[in-house]
């Protein structure tokens, strides 16, 4: 009987120079393999791309292969960009207009995004992966040799992963509507025109654009630039939608019951695009019927688990994302599509439609990783897809400020923070008080006196703990709480900023956010910009840990109320 060999310790130091070199003989995926070997030497060398939020793969027999297939993949930021962001976090602020503020499309000028490969019935699946990849390689590079060349000035951080590409381009097959929910605060940001163009004059598909967050910015901003999207898309209607309490002047919620009669309000207007669009070709009348019974419930039914929903969400990690030859509401159901940037809301708007919680919501960019399909009623579908960075000229700070980039995953985030201080006066709405080693105002001078206000100290030598101080300003503004709203407008909106107050279409946009006409103003702005007031609704909210922090300490906020209160009293005292 041969004998068996005796086994050999393995260090975990071996273990990880063998992971390491593994992972180096691995490469890049095989649609962005390039000749990186000839620009190691040169500063034009392509920047290498990574997955972002990789999950582990299970322990034991049962792996499953395709846990990071769908998650979100961008280019890395190489060391010197690193360097030089770290430094950049220093420099004072350089306050900007409300005139700067003003943007148009001209992000998107001369970018396009990836469409699906020529293709027929006959192929075989091998031969479709193929071309799409060849053809997917050949994109990535053609922008690349443009940046190179100084054709484009910036390219911005895009979807590299082809997988989330390929469930897009299910989603435009699929559909017979498709909705394009847009963030307000950053309309034109958020709305590729080569989108609009092969989904009109391409695929001859109807189209409705969602305002979406309208809540979050003024009445009079949100008819601007519905009234831009009227004047440059004239064949795309828009709805408005709204994903947080209303509130009043104050900054007071008004409770679930006005949040959900509100969205309800903009899932009906949605119903009677669709309704125009269908012509009776599909009976709606159930769809409407439900409407009107989940109109007349109190609140959004939150309670449901998403697992015991059966019948109505069909969610598989093995997603047929190959070619689909569309027929038009086809077996009698009319299938609406949505799509859009990561983090403009997609999911709530599913969950309003459907009347009760049917997919997770987060704040995280990528959290919907798979195509789903939920049935309304018998005859209405809807599919939603992941969220989607389109390629543009879009800088990557401000990427971030508009949640297409994870928070948590920034490797220097004073550069989108310095971006925000200077549109926004962080000193005043967050009551910050400039450090003694400061002499002015800077990234790293906000996040210091941050840290020091909410007591982000490092455990061992009690210093600021910058980084979490700036990660959690950003959130904050993400999230739009704390006053932090940063919003941009369409071109000539300062100039004719009376011609909005006075616009016939502001009375309807007031009466749908809610806003309290009758109450009185304050008398001082200073404390609507309280630290203490929280203009976000986390509850409905299913967020990581990383998110955590973006709530305020109730014990701070008491204690910053309470103060007046106690002034009074030892003013009395001193009276005595």
Sequence with gaps: MPQQRRKV?????????QLLQKRNTKGPPKYLRSTQESYEDSDVAPESSRKLMEQPFGRGGNRNKNVNRYNLQ???????????MKQEGFKPLDILSAKEREIDGRYFTDFN???????NESSSKEQLDRSENRYFKEYVDELQKKQRNGDIKELSLFELNLETWRQLWRVLEFSDILLIIVDVRYASLMFPPSLYDFIIKTLKKHAIVVFNKVDLVEPDVVVAWRSYFNEHYPHLPIVLFASYLPRSRKGNQRGPQASHRRSMEGVYNIYRECQRYVHGEVDLSAWEQKIREDMRSEQLDILEDVATVTGELKISSSIDTTPHEHV?????IVTIGCIGFPNVGKSSLINALKGRKVVSVSRTPGHTKHFQTIFLTPLVRLCDCPGLVFPSATPKSLQVLLGSFPISQLAV?????????EHLNLPQLLRLHLPEDYDEWSAVAISDAWAYKRGFLTAKAARPDRYRAANHILRMCLAGQQQLVLQFYPPGYEEQRDKWLQHPDLAEVKNYQQVALDEPESETNEDTSSVCSDTADSEDDDEDSSNDETNADESECTAEQEAPRSRNVFALLEDD
Excluded at 328 to 332: P, S
Excluded at 413 to 421: D, G, I, V, W
């Design 9 to 17: 310790a393995f260090s975990g130091k071996k273990k990880k120079d």
């Design 328 to 332: 038009k509401y086809h077996n009698g």
């Design 413 to 421: 985030p004073y550069r989108s923070l310095r971006l925000l201080s």
């Design 113 to 119: 995004f990836p469409i699906r490969p020529p293709w």
């Design 74 to 84: 961008f280019y890395q930021e190489s060391k010197k960009e690193v360097e030089q």
